[in-house]
C-alpha cells in the first residue's frame, strides 16, 4: 500500500537551514514526490516535485532557498535561510494509477 | 498567471446535498486534469476526486466513492463536485487544484471553500 510517513514537527533557528523528511512505503523506492507548503490559514502552494534520482523541478518564484534531494524511500526537502515568513505545515504528495495520497504533514516552527 | 475560486460551500444537514464549483483561468483549462482536495479542521490534506482533461476518466477516494460526482464544464473553465448523502466527518475546506501538464502532482490551488456538515 503506497504512505507516505511525515514527522509532525521541525524547528530551526532563523536564518538557519532545516530537512524535512518524506517517508515512502516499502516497495517505492522508485517513485517521485512534489511538496506543497500551507501558510496558516491559507491554501497550500506548490513548492517541487522531486523524483527518486534527486533531481528536481520547482513551481512559478519559488526561491532558490528551497530545494530537494532523495535517497531510498527518503524525500527530502531542504530549506536554507530560513525566515519567519517559511513558518508552515509541509505536505508530501505521491500518486499512483487513480489516487494521490498526502503525508500527514509536518509543521516547521521557526524559532 | 494561474486563477482558481472555488465556491458552493456552506452549512449542510447531514443526508443532505451540496454543489461545489471551481472556476479557473490563466491556463488551458482542457487540456489539465483538476482535482478536489479536502482538510478537515486541524487535520492534514485528504485527496477526494480527480477528473481528466477531457472529462472521460473520473477518481474517487473509497471515502466519497458512490456520495460525490467530479464532472466538469470546459466550455465555461469550470469543475464541479456534487456531494450527496453529507456526513458530519465530510465537514472540511475544500480546495481545487489543478495537475501540471504531464498529469502527476498538482501545481496549482485554490484558497478553498468551506463545508459544514451540522444538523
Known amino acids: 500500500q503506497l504512505v507516505l510517513t511525515q514527522p509532525p514537527s521541525a524547528s530551526a533557528s532563523l536564518g538557519a537551514s532545516v530537512n524535512l523528511t518524506c517517508t515512502l512505503s516499502s516497495g517505492y523506492s522508485s517513485a517521485a514526490i512534489a511538496w506543497h507548503q500551507q501558510q496558516p490559514g491559507k491554501g497550500p502552494r506548490y513548492l517541487i516535485k522531486l523524483n527518486a534520482d534527486g533531481s528536481h523541478n520547482k513551481g512559478d518564484g519559488i526561491p532558490d532557498r528551497f530545494s530537494g534531494s532523495s535517497s531510498g524511500t527518503e524525500r527530502y526537502l531542504t530549506i536554507s535561510s530560513l525566515q519567519s515568513a517559511d513558518e508552515a505545515d509541509y505536505y508530501c504528495q505521491t500518486w499512483d494509477t487513480g489516487i494521490q495520497v498526502f503525508g500527514g504533514g509536518t509543521k516547521l516552527t521557526v524559532l | 498567471e494561474v486563477h482558481i475560486l472555488e465556491s458552493g460551500g456552506g452549512l449542510a444537514q447531514p443526508g443532505g446535498s451540496l454543489r461545489l464549483s471551481c472556476a479557473a483561468s490563466?491556463?488551458?483549462?482542457?487540456?489539465?486534469?483538476m482535482s478536489w482536495v479536502r482538510q478537515a479542521p486541524g487535520k492534514g490534506l485528504e485527496w477526494v476526486s480527480s477528473?481528466?482533461?477531457?472529462?472521460?476518466?473520473?477518481y474517487d477516494a473509497d471515502s466519497v466513492k458512490g456520495r460525490f460526482t467530479i464532472s466538469r464544464d470546459n466550455s465555461k473553465n469550470t469543475m464541479f463536485l456534487q456531494m450527496n448523502s453529507l456526513r458530519r466527518e465530510d465537514t472540511a475546506v475544500y480546495y481545487c487544484?489543478?495537475?501540471?501538464?504531464?498529469?502527476?502532482?498538482?501545481?496549482?490551488w485554490g484558497q478553498g471553500t468551506l463545508v459544514t456538515v451540522s444538523s
Open positions: 487544484a489543478t495537475y501540471d501538464n504531464s498529469g502527476s502532482h498538482f501545481d496549482s
Open positions: 490563466g491556463f488551458t483549462f482542457r487540456s489539465h486534469a
Open positions: 477528473i481528466s482533461g477531457s472529462g472521460d476518466k473520473t
